[in-house]
């Protein structure tokens, strides 16, 4: 050890009196702390104009635009210059030749030189330990966890970075070859995750050699056993190369001997890496204060609950338009989508299912007639256009006599099975993230574990499945819609009730949704004794219609005559902007983040709902007209698009601000039954989803699962919020920035510089 710290302590006397040594601390020094400054101004902003900065810690040091992301983008470029005399310095100049004739074995000339490298490292480490101490006297609560976790994984990512350069400036005596020959590497080792991975065995482990990312989910705040490991085996394995490299030039090693070794370390290095990156395998420290990188509590209770064995079974249909995310090419990013949830059930078999048949997501249009093509000429034109062999893919029958998809449309699908033989379905969605997120995931898994609820649509209001604007089919069974009761854990149905057709004694919630007509006297009494039983409700209606009015009156609730309106400019008066009351946000947490977000409901020819007598039930409103806007009843004005309206209180029109939708309780024995009143039934329709109001904020989807969720107890969705961050206040102001910009920026680089500078004009004086 005495050996190998001389080594290190020559090397860095070599380091730190050369100017590239001091020149790469200044440069990163300035790139530092501009990133650094230029977040921490932007932060001070941001709470000047929203009083809180959310995530403190995140922000100013792991997020996107953050510091360490820009780091990590920074490294590839410095270390290459501090390794690449390492030794070729050393070859170049014939000294190689002193150490090889010393009493130092191979090992310790490289282990010292690395130790050197080490030792660099750690200066610019503590560089930017300066900004983290920053941020913990600054920041409310800072979160010094997650700043060490992506302290460590820069670390870890320079010291492999330096053993990668130590080993190409042992292969020659060139420096700038050896920083060229660095990047190139460095290069290969980033892109090599995506070669051969249409190749089974090859791409896992290809996709493990990869640093691509390795530092970026410590910077994060997750730290995982295979990340830490990939580094030390990275590391291990180029230290060794370079030693073998340098004992092959000492004793004159033969050509196949060399590559031998050469190879039997890759070797082990590889069966390392697989042993290590199998889900079984692997452990985990998530640092952030509110566990983000990890499945919230609700979602790992759910996972116990899946005993037994658990198989993900993937279906890919050729002629799809998403077919790309399952490809054979794309699997192990498909299988990091679903890295959450393996992290609690290793065990857990993912399985790929290609096949080929007609779509309702086709991925091409055919010029021709698609009945004129048959879909196997369909199938040999896509495989050829994406270079894959069409005898991977099952034909259309082949497919069926597995497993019939076409109640799915035959698109990408997800079958999740228990050894039990249950099953449940995840899908991708026509939104801007497409893939299941961790609540429709845990969703699936729930439906297999507990009872959700049953929800029936009564036949004879608005359908359940329908193309009409004003069906409910969108939230409540459209497949490709994310908040769509169905996707969210839900079973749903059409309720019909004629004839000696019974409520179910299962059914656990009722939507009534704008009937025209009063149900006869048969159904009515099966309604009646539901209700009197505590069965739980949606009832949604429009103003004017007599026979919604008498079906709520019996929970002692009416409407205000007429309808609500709102003047805006350039918008309809009767389109109303509705937002969470505070009761409202007491009852579910969407309704609460609806608020902090500031998104709205918009709703047209709404009613407005208040307390017409007592008939035991609590009432809780949940969504208001704004009180900041002016709100009315309309009595007059029915052509709104033609005609302005105006307040006219001597009619009995009323300004102030209006439920328009309300939450009813009362206790049943030892159930609190639960309705909910909804004042515009086409805000949650097909065609109302979207309000006609050119304002970003629209949320009508979030009524579904903010009042099913208080309607279920909480059953559905599946709560996946979390704790608000605690380090969302930052002590500093705008000139305190400006401040601290100066000083990182200039003053700190500059003493760096005079500090370099003098220490090297004294050493060239002696």
Not at 337 to 343: D, I, K, M, T
């Amino acid at each position: 050890m005495r050996q190998i710290n001389k080594i290190a302590k020559a090397e860095l006397y070599t380091l730190f009196y050369s100017p590239i040594a001091w020149m790469i601390l200044v440069i990163f020094a300035v790139q530092t702390g501009f990133v650094f400054s230029g977040r921490l101004q932007e932060l001070v902003r941001y709470q000047e104009l929203v009083d809180g900065i959310g995530a403190g810690t995140y922000g100013l040091f792991g997020g996107q635009l953050s510091l360490f992301p820009a780091v990590q983008g920074y490294l590839y470029l410095y270390m290459p210059l501090l390794t690449m005399g390492l030794m070729s310095r050393e070859l170049s100049s014939g000294s190689v030749k002193l150490l090889y004739s010393s009493p130092l074995t191979s090992t310790q000339i490289i282990s010292g030189k690395f130790l050197a490298m080490m030792l660099y490292s750690l200066v610019l480490i503590g560089i930017l330990l300066v900004y983290v101490v920053l941020g913990g006297i600054k920041i409310d609560n800072f979160s010094w966890q997650e700043a060490c976790s992506g302290l460590l994984g820069l670390y870890l990512l320079m010291c492999a970075y330096s053993a990668i350069g130590l080993f190409m400036s042992c292969l020659t005596g060139y420096p700038v070859v050896a920083a060229l020959g660095t990047l190139v590497l460095l290069g290969l080792l980033n892109y090599i995750g995506k070669v051969w991975q249409d190749i089974e065995f090859v791409r896992d482990l290809t996709y493990w050699l990869s640093i691509s990312g390795r530092a970026g989910t410590m910077i994060a705040g997750l730290i995982s056993s295979e990340d830490v490991l990939y580094f030390l085996i990275i590391i291990t394995l180029f230290l060794a190369l370079a030693v073998l490299r340098l004992q092959a030039s000492r004793a004159h090693a033969s050509f196949a001997s060399v590559w031998s070794r050469y190879s039997l370390a890759l070797i082990v290095a590889l069966t390392l890496g697989y042993i290590t990156s199998r889900p079984k395998m692997m452990s985990y420290y998530d640092a952030t204060e509110t566990k983000r990188n990890t499945l919230t509590p609700a979602s790992q209770e759910v996972v116990r609950k899946m005993t037994g064995g658990l198989t993900i079974t993937t279906y890919v249909n050729l002629l799809d338009r998403e077919a790309f995310n399952g490809l054979p090419a794309q699997v192990n990013e498909d299988k990091d989508r679903l890295s959450h949830y393996l992290r609690f059930k290793p065990e857990t078999k993912l399985r790929y299912v290609y096949y080929y048949d007609k779509s309702v997501n086709p991925s091409f249009r055919s010029p021709k007639d698609p009945k004129d093509e048959p879909l196997d000429e369909q199938a040999k034109k896509r495989a050829e256009i994406l270079d894959i062999d069409l005898d991977l893919f099952l034909k259309p029958e082949e497919i069926k006599k597995k497993i019939d998809l076409s109640a799915e449309g035959n698109t990408f699908v997800r079958i999740v099975e228990r050894e039990n033989g249950q099953q449940s379905y995840l899908r991708l969605y026509n939104d801007m993230v497409k893939f299941p997120s961790e609540a429709e995931i845990t969703a699936a898994f729930k439906r297999m574990v507990m009872k959700l609820p049953r929800i029936g649509f009564l036949q004879g209001g608005r359908k359940m499945e329908g193309d009409r604007a004003k069906d409910y089919t969108l939230f409540s069974s459209e497949k490709s819609f994310r908040y769509a009761l169905t996707n969210q854990g839900s079973d749903v149905e059409t309720l019909d009730l004629s004839g000696d057709k019974q409520i179910p004694e299962d059914m656990d919630i009722i939507v009534i949704a704008d009937l025209k007509e009063a149900p006869d006297s048969n159904v009515s009494k099966k309604l009646n004794a539901y209700i009197a039983a505590g069965g739980n409700l949606v009832v949604t209606l429009k103003p004017g219609s007599a026979v919604m009015e008498a079906f709520i009156a019996q929970f002692g609730l009416k409407t205000v005559p007429g309808q609500l309106v709102q003047p805006k400019l350039d918008v309809a008066g009767n389109v109303v902007i509705c937002v969470p009351t505070k009761e409202g946000k007491a009852m579910a947490e969407i309704f609460d983040n609806m608020d902090k977000r500031g998104q709205w409901v918009g709703m047209v020819n709404s009613a407005g709902l208040e307390k017409a007598a007592d008939k035991g039930f609590k009432f809780t409103p949940i969504i208001s007209s704004r009180d900041t806007m002016k709100t009315w009843n309309e009595l007059q004005t029915i052509d709104f698009v033609n005609d302005s309206a105006s307040l006219n209180p001597a009619t009995g029109e009323r300004q102030g601000t209006y439920v328009t939708m309300m939450g009813l309780s009362r206790q049943v024995g030892k159930k609190e039954q639960r309705i909910v009143v909804l004042g515009d039934a086409d805000c949650i329709s097909n065609g109302g989803m979207t309000p006609p109001i050119h304002r970003y904020g629209a949320s009508n989807f979030t009524l579904i699962p903010g009042m099913f969720h208080w309607l279920s107890y909480g059953t559905v969705p599946v709560d996946v919020s979390r704790p608000a961050p605690t380090d969302n206040q930052i002590h500093m102001k705008k000139n305190g920035a400006k401040t601290a910009k100066t000083i990182l920026m200039w003053i700190w680089p500059g003493i760096m510089l005079l500090t370099g500078a003098i220490l090297l004009i004294r050493r060239r004086r002696k």
